[in-house]
């Protein structure tokens, strides 16, 4: 059990070096912080944190820079959300308050904005659709053997997907593929859907519409996205900031990881938890063992819940964070509801 003055020793240590980047003396403790002590005093507590594991001492100076221990202490004991400033305040309601028109425009614009905010990289995933159901689905011809599905969930949701054929395609196939469709999987949930798919569409669309199989593998593909959760990341580049001690070759894993998606994205798919913070290897992949990942839930009403997540430097300022991820998740579900209901 640390005693008060190690906690507020504690706290400020990790204030100050999230802030500078430095290691952290006893004399700038004492300066920056109203504890009666002296720098002494403030020395021999610095050396029994270290001897606790909280803190560590770097080999290029007296100061002390926090452990993983620390940061795991300082977020669950210690840390208080910190108040987003006015113009980070605008900025968000700006953005937020721009008209969409499109469900993946509003994911991209919040990866963008919440990165741009943060500094670090941004991820956000969107409300799965689990229990929505197809209502509607229709199939348009376009010009240069191109193709639009358009498909219309219960949830009042429209999404116009357009795919190019490699050959042309007669309209009486695409009345027919499009009867299937309503036949089959209007009134179904989109999981249901997404099942009916992989085994009995397949099935019937070689049986009534043999010529349009490559057809088919491109509108299942197509509502294949509608069925799971919309994703952006943003801030990619923002990882070199703070991974200067990391080699040329794990750094390209790093970004190959982040282009693929699916790492991440399954790292964080299944957080149902309000507010999860995993630093080093408590995130469980070898690539991310310098970084922390801080996420949190939105629930957009009966629509779904979605995921925002952060990942940055294990000394990332988590206080700062913290606050515009709560403000950013307001931002967000007021945002979504107003599409759902237009």
Do not use: C, W
Request: proline share 2%; charged share 25%; no cysteine.
């Amino acid at each position: 059990m640390l005693t008060k003055r190690q906690l507020i020793i504690l706290d400020a240590l990790i204030r100050l070096y999230t802030s500078t980047g430095q290691p952290i003396g006893s004399k700038t403790i004492m300066i920056e912080t109203a504890i009666e002590a002296s720098s002494a005093t403030i020395r021999n507590e610095l050396s029994q944190l270290e001897k606790l594991g909280f803190i560590q001492k770097t080999h290029s100076s007296s100061g002390r820079m926090p452990s993983l221990k620390g940061y795991r202490f300082y977020i669950d004991h210690l840390m208080q959300p910190q108040e987003v400033t006015q113009d980070k305040l605008k900025t968000i309601s700006d953005v937020f308050g721009n008209h969409v028109e499109q469900m993946d425009d509003i994911m991209y614009q919040s990866a963008q904005l919440l990165s741009d905010l943060t500094h670090y990289t941004a991820i956000v995933l969107g409300p799965k659709a689990e229990s929505s159901r197809l209502t509607g689905f229709r199939l348009l011809a376009l010009n240069d053997n191109y193709v639009m599905a358009i498909i219309q969930t219960d949830k009042g949701t429209i999404e116009n997907k357009v795919f190019r054929m490699a050959r042309s395609i007669q309209e009486s196939d695409l009345v027919k593929v499009a009867n299937i469709f309503n036949h089959h999987l209007v009134g179904h949930t989109l999981t249901e859907v997404a099942q009916k798919l992989k085994l009995e569409i397949p099935l019937l669309i070689r049986k009534h519409v043999s010529n349009a199989t490559e057809m088919f593998l491109s509108i299942e593909s197509a509502l294949k996205e509608s069925t799971e959760s919309r994703h952006h990341i943003s801030g990619k580049l923002n990882i070199l900031d703070f991974s200067e001690n990391m080699n040329t070759q794990k750094l390209k894993s790093l970004y190959t990881m982040l282009d693929d998606s699916g790492d991440l994205y399954a790292l964080i798919d299944h957080i149902n938890d309000d507010f999860v913070v995993k630093i080093g290897d408590e995130i469980d992949h070898e690539l991310l063992k310098e970084f922390s990942l801080v996420t949190r839930t939105y629930d957009v009403s009966n629509y779904g819940k979605g995921v925002i997540a952060i990942l940055g430097p294990t000394s990332m300022a988590y206080d700062e964070t913290f606050g515009v991820l709560d403000v950013f998740r307001k931002h967000l579900t007021h945002t979504l509801l107003e599409f759902y209901l237009e």
